[in-house]
């Protein structure tokens, strides 16, 4: 009997730690399946949040060389200081409203503000198009495009702002789907539709209607200028590539003048005017007006190298007075022009009847630049630095 009840008692013993097993063996996978997915979901947050949304930060941009031994057209620099950064100013939607920085990362694709905690937006990052025709819509078009700001809210969302409209925070696009636009003569790019809101937005501050114009976002695709409309300037200017070109920038990534240039100017003028009614990205100070017509490669702080690839020929959006989105009834282009004419016949010639002021740059190297950075020319050696 005794036996009996002891085989009777394993036996129950044995399936209750069985049936115990599986249960425990059955909560643990579950468990283990749910932290697995709660980490998949994570990890795929942050992919999104890495990848498909900060695309241009976190795609493999092509690096241009980032040490002068690298640098094939500059193999042994000279580097004599000629003055300081004065003034440093960067535009997310092409006509919008400028904003002056106090630092800020020099990249491949123009001039980036990198924060943590939102989106990385760059120069000229979107751009307004007419949506019957794809073409770009600049301050040529709609003055008052000067007044509106885009900025970043976080890693997801921007936010539009205009005198007189309700702001308007929306989502970036995070597909890859593109649609075709166009800049100057006709250039075919492409770029990601930020929506119905954005559209409706823009067009009912430009134009006082719900509909005609939308808003696109760059693609990091690199333009193409060996070919097309701007093939001829590459023929003038032999140092302009493709590695020079911005996103929906006119040309180069990098417009710079200097704050003698202006100075020059306004002296001619009733009323002075600010840098930023030519919309640099850099403003030198500490030099002679109109001296970076004659620069080629500039260094800016420890590593950031720029070089000069073309006079920055100037148009009618420089009558807008950037506060006001109104014309400026001095005709500073005019007056431009005039002195120009007097100073340098030969240089105002090579774009047309388009007076320049300042010159347009591609990047070399990287790097992080501030107000205040010392800039520096490289200077040949069969120059004479007394010359500067």
Known sequence: MKDLLTWKFCIILSCSLTVGAIVFWDRFKKNYKNNSIKKNIKKREDDKDENDIDNFTNRTEKKRPVTRKEIEQLPDPRWIKTGKIKELFYYPLK???????????????????????????????????????????????????????????DKFKVKLEAIGMPPLIFQLPQNSDSVNCSMWWGELLKCTDCGNGPAEWISKFLTGTDSGLRIGMAISDKRNILKGPWEKFTKVYDTLTNDDVGLFADLASYMLMTE????????????????????????????????????????????????????????????????????????????????REQTDPQRVSVDGKAPVLGIYCGLYAMGDVKVGDDVFLHVPKSVRTTKL
């Open 260 to 339: 003698s240039s202006l100075e020059e100017l306004n002296k001619k003028l009733d009323n002075k005017i600010s840098a930023l009614q030519f919309r640099p990205n850099i403003v030198v100070s500490g030099t002679d007006a109109f001296a970076e017509d004659d620069w080629e490669w500039i260094k800016i702080g420890e590593n950031v190298i720029l070089r000069n690839v073309k006079p920055c020929p100037r148009c009618t959006m420089t009558r807008v007075n950037p506060e006001t989105g109104e014309a400026d009834k001095q005709e500073p282009l005019k007056t431009l022009r005039t002195f």
């Open 95 to 153: 006509s919008g409203r400028g904003k002056e920085i106090f630092e800020c990362k020099f990249t491949e694709y123009g001039i980036a503000i990198i924060d943590d905690k939102c989106i990385t937006l760059r120069d000229r990052m979107f751009l307004v198009y007419n949506e019957e025709n794809g073409k770009f819509i600049t301050g040529r078009n709609y003055p008052t495009l000067l007044l509106v700001s885009l900025s970043a809210v």
